[in-house]
């Protein structure tokens, strides 16, 4: 049987005329992209890794509580002390910025697919696409497009992350409560509104699950992309691979592991009101109510007499 | 058009479904409800109007089209077929500009559960309605704060809507509806949600600040003791269609048809009925003027123990008992005065019957119902109101006042006796 349907010529052909006819654009992409990663790594990687480390856990306690603060430094003084301090800075400015331009396109796409059926009708079935295509097969085209380097890094792992932000972010919308948008609707404000002051804030639990499963699929993805020579641990793993250096291989995979945990807890803690700056807040509301009381007591005490007002 | 016609509605229909405009001629054409093929009929042919101040209900069992219908008068479901005026002002086929702006204007709504910012503070869901409206933050917050303070929530401005009970959230609910002055306020089966001991507070509640602040209400509900509780008028729904529109005591009086006789047997009567519904002609009433021998007389034509006493402007003064009258009779006084007892316990015309139980059982007579003037317009003799309970308010023919009268001999006898000539007054039943 020799019936066959050359797919495979067409999506060639298809990315012989995008590298052909609009280059320009992944040009214009490619530096984007390079821009953004270099500015990270720069920040990342000029103080002592150190002191970058007492600033994050600092932010964790501030997140999340100290234990979690204590948790983010051992896990990165491991990195350090396996010598993958700046693999793993180049690898956390990748997911960094693929991840916020994920964020950046899957949020509004989500919004717009659950404003609208058609939309998300049609989004649906992409996303499922994009999910499901082995995640190596993105890093063909963007080896081809983009060269070798962070640029189809970028790209892959933004392709890939992108779908769980889009579905968790519509999930979110749709499930607000159908009443508190119709009071919206019926004090008169407007959709713009609505969605800025009910449905988004209502949602934002979702929404912020969908931003941590981001960053997740950006983390496992950007080890895949140090195949294309996007560097970090990634490119530690796939150079483990290479010369079937088992302890080099675990090096950098444990340290891809304490990151994923340092990330995953940072990201699922937003929102969650735990952690050292939500008590500090909670403390200066409760001084401000009892301050407002006792104002109010004394009022009172003015308007109506010590006796009258029970004391 | 009508000064004091908020809102009116005429010919609404709303069908959900596919080829809605046909299944509404169709249904203007006399089809029922369940042969509009894929189309399903939530609206049909509501037509009404609600004066201004006045409380009017909607009531109807779930699946009558009542929340639909709600939904409707504030353009959140736009209807198939008719119109709704708010304030002389069609509301459809106008931009959703200035649909919005009618909203933030002209009618705000109370929901069923509450729908409040669960992200916001009490004080700010209250400021809500003027947030959109546009009104600068220190004036909104100081009006919603004097809003809050009267829906009895001061002090709580500051929590979160969680932190409260399912009642005083809905305070806040009503309160945000409140806060925009709206003069129309809609109300989503806004007490349903609560348990019952707190839903009785909020309709007293609501029925207070209605008399203080005069809105015009249309309130939905299911609760047939709620309507009949808080509605100056009901309309009654059943399967979209609006069955009877009726004060509540036409409603309980005058079903018009048999579901909504149905409905309203389970009603609780107590509640709804007043003093002046229920009350009789007194059999005979005595002027205070006339003396001891016409007061006998009259009450030995009744057949009477006792009589009320009037003045001649029916002013009730109090009420005598035949011996006493037969006292002075005997002893030849001429003036009724000695005999009468001042504490005739007469309760308001608008009493409703639950609170007429313990007046009747301590009254001698027939409980006297007097206007707001003090006039004696009726009375309620005590077999009356139990037959009223019982759905049955014209089965006290055999009403008979208690103790049993005094003997007609003896009182002959003592007529004869003395021998006056004031006039009598006698009234005829």
Known sequence: MDFRIPVGTWIASFFDWVERDIAWLFDALKTLFVTLNDALVWVFATPPALVLIAVIAIAGLMARGWKFAIGVVIGLLFVVSVNQWDNAVDTLALVIVAAFLAVIIAIPMGIWAAKNDKVSKTVKPVLDFLQTLPAFVYLIPALALFGVGVAPGVIATLIFSVAPGVRLTELGIRG??????????AFGASPRRILRQIQVPLAMPSIMAGINQIIMLALSMVVIAGLVGA????????????????????????????????????????????????????????????????????????????????? | MNETIVLRAEGLYKVFGRHADDAVEKLRKGASRDDLGGATAAVIDASFEVKRGEIFVVMGLSGSGKSTLIRMLNGLHPQTAGTVEIGGESINGVSPSELRDIRRHKVSMVFQHFALLPHRSVLDNVAYGLEIQGIEKTERLARARKITQIVGLAGWEDKFPSQLSGGMQQRVGLARALATETELLLMDEAFSALDPLIRREMQDQLLELQSELGKTIVFITHDLNEAMYLGDRIAVMRDGRIVQIGTPEDILTNPANEYVEQFVQDVDRSRVLTAESVMRAPRAVIHEGSGPHAALTVMRDEQLSAAYVVKRDRTLVGWVR????LDLVRSGTKDLSPAIQRDHGAVANDTSLSELFIPAIESALPLAVHDERNKLVGVIPRVTL??????????????????????????DRALDASDEGLTTVKEAR
Do not use: H, N
Request: aromatic share 4%.
């Open chain 1, 231 to 311: 560097g970090g641990l990634g490119g530690e793993v796939a150079k483990a691979i290479g010369k079937l250096d088992v302890g080099l291989g675990f090096e950098a995979g444990l340290s891809v592991v304490a990151l994923a945990i340092i990330l995953d807890r940072f990201t699922g803690s937003f929102g969650q009101r735990m952690g050292l700056y939500s008590k500090l807040r909670k403390r200066q509301m409760d001084v401000k109510a009892a301050d407002e009381q006792a104002r109010l007591d004394s009022q009172e005490l003015v308007d109506k007499g010590p006796r009258r007002a029970g004391f």
């Open chain 1, 176 to 185: 607000v409560d159908a009443e508190v948008v119709e009071a919206g609707q």
């Open chain 2, 386 to 411: 139990l037959a009223t309970l019982g759905g049955e308010p014209d089965a006290d023919g055999l009403a008979t006042p208690r103790p049993d009268p005094l003997p007609t001999a003896v009182v």
């Open chain 2, 322 to 325: 035949d011996r006493d009258v």
